[in-house]
Structure formats: structure tokens, C-alpha cells
């Protein structure tokens, strides 16, 4: 199976703050990258697919960017709804493997 | 709006069995690729199992292999998880989410379901 490396696994930001979040796969995925936003006690919700194309009602302060094995989540202008768990995805292979995660907190 | 609504979770012995709905609204069911994710308390998204849009192809993860069947019933829209041989590590909140493509991402999820496997 294809790893999926996330740093930091945490981060602690202030509001108005940009974060980046960087997702390194353990093969050349091409852009076959999601990025997820899950909230305590809630389901995972799409933010980014294919690396860069931002998911339909996604704020346009979230991006992404990369290809092959690094990639990376860019939320601009931190908000206080964004403060969550962020995952990557791979889907190079039907066997998807997500990222540990990167708990983003108020600083 | 798109719904999935998961059910049938909750307390199993060590080696016993469950069953797992997912029932789809909103869309058009049979059109769309299904998955089952998973998230064991604390920790991180892993991925279950997928069936395509008729049942052509399925795939599971190496760890359910032999103890997991996904199956989906299209006239009720409804995705199924039949899991034995149940251990404590399989301790999760199972989630169904749509595939717009084949075998991509997940843009739609269910509420989830927490299955718990203990003596």
C-alpha cells in the first residue's frame, strides 16, 4: 500500500493566520490527492480533490497544490470554523490510504 | 440534498458477526460507486471496502479480506457490510461515502455507525 505521511501532526494558529499543511506519499501518486476537514464527532467533508480543484461550497481560502510525492493544504486567512483535523487521501491505487492527520488548533 | 444514513452498529462479542446498512437518498444510488471507511476511536481514516456501480468489482482492504462482504442492493438503495469474525481492533465508527468516479475520492459521508467489539 501507498504511505501517506502528513507534518505537522499538529499546529496551534491564530485567527487571520495562513497554515500550511504538507502531505508526502511513499510513491509518485501523479495528482490523485484529496484533502478532508473532520470535525469532532462529525463525518470527514471533502475540501480538495485531484490535488488542486476545489470541492463545490469550499471556502476559496483553502488550496492545493503538488504532484507526484509532495503536496500541500494552504488555508488562508484561518477562520474559527476552520479549526479541525485535516487528512490527505491518495487514490492512485483502488486500495485508498489516508494521512495520520494534522490536528489544527487555536493558538 | 444527498443523505446516507448508517445503521446496525453497536456491542459484539470477540469472533461474532454484524451487519451494516447504508441507506442512500438524494441521488441517483445505482449510478455512483460505494465505499465503506472506518475510524477507530482516536485515531485516523481508514479505508474498508468498495463495489461498483452493478457489483462487478469489489476490493477490500487486506486486514477485512475472508471476514468482510460488501454487498448493495440497487432497487433500495441501500449499501450492505456483513462483517465476522469480529476482533477488538475492528473497534470503529464505520462511515459509507459516495465515489463520484471510480475508485477515487469520497464526497459525500454518512453520520457513521460505531461498532464495538468487546467481551
Known amino acids: 500500500d501507498i504511505q501517506m505521511t502528513q507534518s505537522p501532526s499538529a499546529l496551534s494558529a491564530s485567527v487571520g493566520d495562513r497554515v500550511t499543511i504538507t502531505c508526502r506519499a511513499s510513491q509518485s501518486i501523479s495528482s490523485w490527492l484529496a484533502w478532508y476537514q473532520q470535525k469532532p464527532g462529525k463525518a470527514p467533508k471533502l475540501l480538495i480533490y485531484k490535488a488542486s480543484s476545489l470541492e463545490s461550497g469550499v471556502p476559496s481560502r483553502f488550496s492545493g497544490g503538488g504532484s507526484g510525492t509532495e503536496f500541500t493544504l494552504t488555508i488562508n486567512s484561518l477562520q474559527p470554523d476552520d479549526f479541525a483535523t485535516y487528512y490527505c487521501q491518495q487514490y492512485d491505487t483502488y486500495s485508498r490510504t489516508f494521512g495520520q492527520g494534522t490536528k489544527v488548533e487555536i493558538k | 440534498e444527498v443523505q446516507l444514513v448508517e445503521s446496525g452498529g453497536g456491542l459484539v462479542k470477540p469472533g461474532g458477526s454484524l451487519r451494516l446498512s447504508c441507506a442512500a437518498s438524494g441521488f441517483t444510488f445505482s449510478s455512483y460507486s460505494m465505499n465503506w471507511v472506518r475510524q477507530a476511536p482516536g485515531k485516523g481514516l481508514e479505508w474498508v471496502s468498495s463495489?461498483?456501480?452493478?457489483?462487478?468489482?469489489?476490493y477490500y482492504a487486506d486486514s477485512m479480506k475472508g471476514r468482510f462482504t460488501i454487498s448493495r442492493d440497487n432497487a433500495k438503495s441501500s449499501l450492505y457490510l456483513q462483517m465476522n469474525s469480529l476482533r477488538a481492533e475492528d473497534t470503529a465508527v464505520y462511515y459509507c461515502a459516495r465515489d463520484p468516479g471510480d475508485l477515487v475520492y469520497f464526497d459525500y459521508w454518512g453520520q457513521g455507525t460505531l461498532v464495538t467489539v468487546s467481551s
Open positions: 463495489i461498483s456501480l452493478s457489483s462487478s468489482y469489489i
